[in-house]
Structure formats: structure tokens, C-alpha cells
């Protein structure tokens, strides 16, 4: 199960690498404007801090702009994947791209059908939002399970990719359902390292050690 940070911020980017387990990272144009610095210089720091698939994503509306856009982010860094939305104008793109061995994450996958046609297309990451389906009374995690079953039964290459993770919860079904990779917030890469009960005997291990007599 591969990680990734699903943020565009280097100081968080960096704090998270520092543990040795971040695979890779995830952007959007929602987390890109945040950082307000301009898109393709931004894109290059986060790649010099990540040896990973680093997402960047396509704002054309149309087919041949996302082309042309993935053309020109795939040419910045050998770990850019780009990002076409599930659209029909995406779907094709993302088909010419992949024809051209450029790896696309197809994004804003809200069904099963959906998924099915973005791995048709070639897509290399399937990206579908749990919490967002979450936040209008449907069960996210469902989705992960119709379409890790179904790309199993097919063989389809594209991974998938949870995206729109809100908490730990989310992480732990998406293994039990054998999902990709989870793409998460730092919080919630920081919540599931901890636990009540660890902090505590670590605590606890320190008062007792600090009896123990030792040759300095
Ligand atoms: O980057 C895509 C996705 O993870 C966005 O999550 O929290 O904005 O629904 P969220």
C-alpha cells in the first residue's frame, strides 16, 4: 500500500518525507493556488523533495488542450503524472496521453462506470473521492470496493488511488479492500501514527528507565 500527500505545501511535504514512508504526491488546482507560486515552478520543488509520482493537474476544457497541457507538465519531470477529469473531453485525453506513454491519473471518479472507462482509456491512476461522497450521505468506501473487484476481475493495470481521504478509518478499509494507494492531508498522516496507548507506555517506559542504574 503506497501513501501519498495530498497537498502542494513543501513545509508539509517536507515534514511528512522526513519519516521515510511517503511515496508520492497529489495536487490539484484548489491545492496549487494555495501556495501561490507559479504552477510549474511550484510543481518542480515539490519534485525535488519527492522521488515519487507527483500529480499535476490539467485545466483545459477540451481534449487537445489537456494534451497539450500534460505534454508540457510530463516534459518537466520524469515523476510528473498528469491529471485529466473524468469528463468525455478527459477520457480522450487521457486515452492520447497514455497512448504516448504519458501517465495519467484520471480524477473526480465519483462511480464504478466511471473507473471502468478511465481504465479502458489507459489510465495509470484511477482517482476516486470517498469523502466527498461521504459529505452527500453515500458510503465512499463502497466505490473502492465495487472497483478494486472489478479491475481484478479484469486485470486492468491502473492502480487505484483513494482520494478525498478525511480520516484514518478510511485508510485501514482501503487495505482491507486492497486499494492502491491512499492519498490523504497531513493530519491524517499524523493520526495514524498515533495511539493513546503508545504515548503512554513510552511515558511510562521513561519514568521507570530513569531508576535503572547505568555504567555512563
Ligand atoms: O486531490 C483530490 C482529493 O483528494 C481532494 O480531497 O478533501 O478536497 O475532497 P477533498
Redesign the pocket.
Given at each position: 500500500m503506497k501513501f501519498f500527500l495530498?497537498t502542494a505545501n513543501l513545509d508539509e511535504i517536507r515534514d511528512v518525507a522526513s519519516t521515510g514512508v511517503l511515496d508520492g504526491i497529489?495536487?490539484?488546482p484548489?491545492?496549487i493556488s494555495k501556495e501561490g507560486n507559479v504552477f510549474e515552478d511550484q510543481l518542480l520543488k515539490i519534485c525535488a523533495l519527492v522521488d515519487g509520482p507527483i500529480?499535476a493537474?490539467t485545466v483545459s476544457p477540451d481534449a487537445s488542450g489537456m494534451v497539450e497541457e500534460g505534454r508540457h507538465l510530463a516534459k518537466l519531470h520524469k515523476n510528473i503524472v498528469v491529471k485529466c477529469p473524468m469528463t468525455r473531453e478527459g477520457l480522450k485525453a487521457t486515452k492520447i496521453l497514455s497512448g504516448q506513454g504519458i501517465r495519467v491519473n484520471v480524477?473526480?471518479v465519483f462511480s464504478a462506470p466511471q473507473a471502468i472507462m478511465a481504465a479502458k482509456a489507459g489510465a495509470y491512476f484511477v482517482?476516486p473521492?470517498v469523502?466527498?461522497l461521504d459529505?452527500i450521505g453515500h458510503t465512499g468506501m463502497e466505490l473502492i470496493r465495487d472497483i478494486v473487484t472489478i479491475f481484478n476481475n479484469y486485470d486492468f493495470k491502473t492502480e487505484v488511488l483513494v482520494?478525498?481521504?478525511?480520516n484514518p478509518l478510511h485508510v485501514v478499509q482501503a487495505g482491507l479492500m486492497g486499494a492502491d494507494i491512499c492519498?490523504?492531508?497531513a493530519k491524517v498522516f499524523d493520526q495514524l501514527l498515533k495511539h493513546p496507548l503508545t504515548d503512554k507506555g513510552v511515558d511510562q517506559f521513561m519514568k521507570d528507565w530513569a531508576k535503572v542504574p547505568v555504567i555512563k
Amino acid at each position: 500500500m503506497k501513501f501519498f500527500l495530498d497537498t502542494a505545501n513543501l513545509d508539509e511535504i517536507r515534514d511528512v518525507a522526513s519519516t521515510g514512508v511517503l511515496d508520492g504526491i497529489t495536487t490539484n488546482p484548489t491545492l496549487i493556488s494555495k501556495e501561490g507560486n507559479v504552477f510549474e515552478d511550484q510543481l518542480l520543488k515539490i519534485c525535488a523533495l519527492v522521488d515519487g509520482p507527483i500529480s499535476a493537474e490539467t485545466v483545459s476544457p477540451d481534449a487537445s488542450g489537456m494534451v497539450e497541457e500534460g505534454r508540457h507538465l510530463a516534459k518537466l519531470h520524469k515523476n510528473i503524472v498528469v491529471k485529466c477529469p473524468m469528463t468525455r473531453e478527459g477520457l480522450k485525453a487521457t486515452k492520447i496521453l497514455s497512448g504516448q506513454g504519458i501517465r495519467v491519473n484520471v480524477t473526480l471518479v465519483f462511480s464504478a462506470p466511471q473507473a471502468i472507462m478511465a481504465a479502458k482509456a489507459g489510465a495509470y491512476f484511477v482517482s476516486p473521492f470517498v469523502g466527498r461522497l461521504d459529505d452527500i450521505g453515500h458510503t465512499g468506501m463502497e466505490l473502492i470496493r465495487d472497483i478494486v473487484t472489478i479491475f481484478n476481475n479484469y486485470d486492468f493495470k491502473t492502480e487505484v488511488l483513494v482520494a478525498s481521504i478525511r480520516n484514518p478509518l478510511h485508510v485501514v478499509q482501503a487495505g482491507l479492500m486492497g486499494a492502491d494507494i491512499c492519498t490523504m492531508p497531513a493530519k491524517v498522516f499524523d493520526q495514524l501514527l498515533k495511539h493513546p496507548l503508545t504515548d503512554k507506555g513510552v511515558d511510562q517506559f521513561m519514568k521507570d528507565w530513569a531508576k535503572v542504574p547505568v555504567i555512563k
